[in-house]
């Protein structure tokens, strides 16, 4: 609690000095950049000076069950409070993780969040760009790059229909993730899942350790419902290297940083004069409720693709061309909502935006 404490600690001394836009699309190089308020857009270079690292590391733990995408983004992103338009400017690492960790009412999940704050870098005596006319740099730039890294160790149930999915829920009361694992218990899984699929996976907004990489390429992460033994080795096997001392935060220590949100100040408040001293921003309420619902449609695309490939990835012979078709359908279902998402996020007065 302490950890988590003082991570929420540190968010808020960031918010006291600028504003905190979450993405992991903002890399140190630039600091000093211009910032566009109203498109969410890094401009050109226009301040100078020492980049300067703050060591500032601490993690947390969690477990969860039935997450939806505005709880799993508040989790991963800290999004508590409002006016924070995070998914509208999140790259698509955070983007698909968000909602790939989301449940839904065809899936049963749980899972563990290991979450690291990894300092911060900021951008310190500063001055103007050569050559640059500071009366056109906007009003904003990029101050301050935070890091962070996010990782899910998630157990999944995929069901075809709603009725599986409740019939299971109504027979098995149970924590998916830490079940005590004896015969008697997952037998009783098996009778109520057999026609689900148990996966097991890990995502997260950076590149993974090569040994917890090597183990998901190695074991088996797909099984159908009616036997998860395999898949329960093979998370047993994760769980325990995510605990170990020599194990997941070691070989995370030996990754590059990765940025997660970062930090805009006005050029006025960095005693920079002559550039704009107010802009005024472009969004409305209306405009983020339709962002929220083309983020949302995306995400159901974005699990329905999930589900489609766990179903493929077991298909005996008989069911192998009915799975890929679904698949294959899922992948434009996908498309199309990804597109669709674009429009309306540069353009949510569309018909096709505001009707979602």
């Not at 226009?46 to 733990?61: A, E, I, K, R, T």
């Not at 694992?181 to 109520?192: D, R, S």
């Not at 001392?245 to 220590?253: E, Q």
């Not at 995400?299 to 799975?323: P, Y």
Request: hydrophobic fraction near 35%.
């Amino acid at each position: 609690m302490k950890i988590y404490l003082a991570a929420i600690a540190t968010l808020l001394s960031c918010v006291a000095h600028g504003k905190v836009y979450y993405s992991e699309k903002v890399k140190t190089t630039d600091l000093g950049k211009t910032f566009n308020l109203n498109t969410h857009t890094v401009g050109q270079p226009c301040l100078q000076g020492d980049v300067q690292y703050h060591s500032n590391l601490s993690g947390s733990l969690n477990y969860f069950q039935r997450v939806d995408e505005t709880l799993i983004r508040r989790r991963t992103f800290g999004e508590v409070h409002g006016g924070i338009n995070l998914f509208i400017i999140a790259g698509s690492v955070s983007t698909s993780m968000t909602h790939r960790n989301a449940t839904d009412s065809l899936s049963l999940t749980s899972q563990l969040h290991l979450k690291f704050d990894e300092g911060y870098s900021t951008l310190e005596d500063r001055d103007l760009v050569n050559g640059v006319n500071i009366g056109d740099c906007g009003h904003s730039f990029v101050y301050q790059v935070n890091y962070g890294r996010d990782l899910f160790v998630n157990t999944r149930l995929h069901f075809k229909t709603v009725e599986d999915y409740k019939r299971f829920v109504i027979k098995i009361k149970i924590r998916l993730l830490f079940f005590k694992k004896t015969i008697t218990k997952v037998k009783e899984i098996e009778k109520y899942a057999e026609s689900a699929v148990f996966s097991v996976d890990v995502n997260s907004n950076g590149p993974l350790p090569e040994k917890l990489q090597k183990q998901l390429n190695e074991r088996p992460t797909y099984c159908r419902g009616s036997n998860i033994s395999p898949c329960l080795e093979t998370l047993h096997e994760l769980v325990s290297y995510s605990f170990d001392n020599n194990g997941l935060v070691k070989d995370l220590a030996t990754l590059d940083k990765v940025p997660r949100s970062f930090v805009v100040k006005g050029f006025q408040d960095s005693g920079h004069y002559g550039a704009q001293d107010w802009v005024a921003t472009s969004n409305r309420e209306e405009d983020e409720t339709t962002w929220r619902k083309a983020d949302s449609h995306y995400g159901q695309a974005v699990r329905e693709l999930e589900r489609a490939k766990a179903f493929l990835t077991v298909a005996t012979e008989d069911e192998q061309a009915q799975a890929q078709l679904r698949y294959d359908q899922a992948l434009i279902k996908l498309a199309d909502a990804q597109a669709l998402k674009s429009r309306c996020f540069e353009k949510p007065w569309l018909s096709e935006c505001t009707s979602l």
